[in-house]
């Protein structure tokens, strides 16, 4: 923990128990919609406005040796993050720093002269959550919290449960009932405390702010420590740039759930242009969602401002939020660089597992089979152009969706053990 704490108790709705805190180069936190400025503590919306709240900086020079000299996980980003000083003496997990592939094959196929896939399916809890939990984690230790809780679409309540075993702080984690049963049990294995609720994924973030309301101690990541954990997202906009040698790609495609991903992987690129560490230069940005739960793609397409609430239906569990926390932003970003935002029917969900998988080799959940897809369709209807470098985020791992996928493919033939067998399936 840091000296320079404020041992005061915070007493904000949702913040009971819960103190400010140092964090690196973190000045304080902003609304992003008025620029209200506010101490850096366990605070989400803004005293005046009710607008999200953002972390603000107050960057030192920073360069490419320094960060290149750093661990291979996203800590090498750590002057660019609300992390306390003393971060190292903290244990927790370290991911980041994975693989930017050159994905010939899949490009080949889509008629896309230079792809990439930046695959964060190799996480240490196979999906990009653990970037923005491993944030999470470090501000809750420094907010002086006792338990580590989240509402989850799957994935996030898999990396709060893992990181919080290992740095020995009590987690609660809550999701919808109907989740996918390997997301339960990865979470599961790793806490006592898993809560499956009897709703939607809306209903059980409402749950989660009222317990934050109700319960002293408790750092909700995505809620009332939701500004420390969305900037963990950063780390995937840092990585893309400096695994291309420091520069950054023409066109990026990010799946959308509440959408602090997309506008964080922006916000990362905007960092790097201003702090001199790539050359400024266009980018465009897409977002992509399944077509039973698209509020943000309906409202781009309709030109709409404001993004309204849907109740999802959809393989795409990871990306089933109704009522996007982030969806304006992404339509400011999306409308501002000049990308979109599309969606894809589940069908095309579980082609675009296949297609990513027979391609690259790599099975990706229905999250990353949206993205495929809507890469996909974006070429296909002339939205991307397929002449420029583009990057694919995978976002998880195939292993944790079997169900989706599992109807759609398994053995050519189930045969006697004898040659004469097999030579008559016309396999060879
Ligand atoms: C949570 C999640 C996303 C989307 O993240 P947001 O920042 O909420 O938009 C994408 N892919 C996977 C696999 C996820 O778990
Ligand atoms: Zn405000």
Not at 228 to 257: C, H, N
Not at 273 to 279: P, Q
Not at 318 to 338: K, Q
Request: with cysteine.
């Amino acid at each position: 923990m840091s000296a320079v704490v404020t041992e005061t108790e915070v007493r904000a709705p949702g913040s009971a128990g819960l103190r400010e805190g140092a964090f690196g180069n973190a000045t304080g936190l902003s609304c992003r919609e008025c620029g209200h400025a506010t101490a850096l503590g366990p605070f989400y919306a803004c005293p005046e406005c009710f607008g999200p709240l953002e972390v603000a900086y107050d960057f030192p020079a920073v360069t490419r040796e320094e960060i290149e000299a750093g661990p291979r996980n996203i800590w090498r980003y750590k002057a660019l993050l609300p992390v306390p000083d003393d971060i190292e003496l903290s244990p927790n997990t370290e991911p980041g720093f994975t693989r930017l592939l050159n994905a010939r094959n899949l490009g080949r196929e889509l008629g896309i002269e230079n792809l990439w896939v930046k695959d964060d399916s190799t996480n240490p809890t196979n999906s990009f959550k653990d970037r923005v939990v491993a944030c999470a984690l470090s501000a809750a230790r420094e907010l002086g919290a006792k338990v580590f809780a989240c509402p989850s679409t799957g994935n996030l309540a898999n990396a709060v449960a893992a990181a919080g075993a290992r740095a020995g702080i009590k987690t609660v984690v809550f999701i919808p009932s109907d989740l996918e049963k390997p997301k339960q049990v990865n979470s599961a294995v790793y806490t006592d405390s898993l809560v499956a609720v009897d709703g939607n994924y809306d209903d059980v973030n409402r749950l989660a702010s009222e317990i934050a309301g109700e319960e002293d101690g408790w750092a909700f990541v995505n809620v009332n420590v939701r500004p420390f954990y969305a900037e963990g997202s950063k780390t995937l906009g840092y990585e893309i740039a400096e695994q291309l040698g420091w520069r950054l790609p023409d066109q990026v495609v990010i799946p959308v759930a509440s959408g602090s991903q997309l506008t964080k992987v922006d916000k990362a690129f905007q960092e790097l242009i201003a702090l001199g560490l790539v050359e400024e230069k266009p980018y465009r940005i897409f977002g992509a969602q399944a077509a039973g739960c698209s509020p943000v793609s309906a409202a781009f397409k309709d030109g709409h401002q404001v993004v309204r609430p849907v109740r999802p239906d959809t393989i795409a569990k990871s990306l089933a939020i109704g009522n996007p926390a982030d969806g304006v932003y992404v339509l400011d970003v999306c409308r501002r660089t000049g990308g979109a935002v599309e969606d894809i029917t589940d069908d095309q969900v579980r082609e675009g597992i296949l297609l990513l998988a027979r391609t690259e080799g790599i099975f990706t959940e229905t999250a990353g089979g949206t993205t495929v897809g809507v890469l996909k369709k974006l070429v296909e209807t002339g939205q991307l152009d397929p002449t420029l470098e583009t990057v694919v985020i995978n976002t998880g791992m195939g292993l944790k969706t079997l169900d989706a996928i599992a109807d759609s493919v398994g053995p050519a033939a189930t045969i006697a053990p004898s040659y004469a067998a097999f030579a008559a399936t016309g396999i060879a």
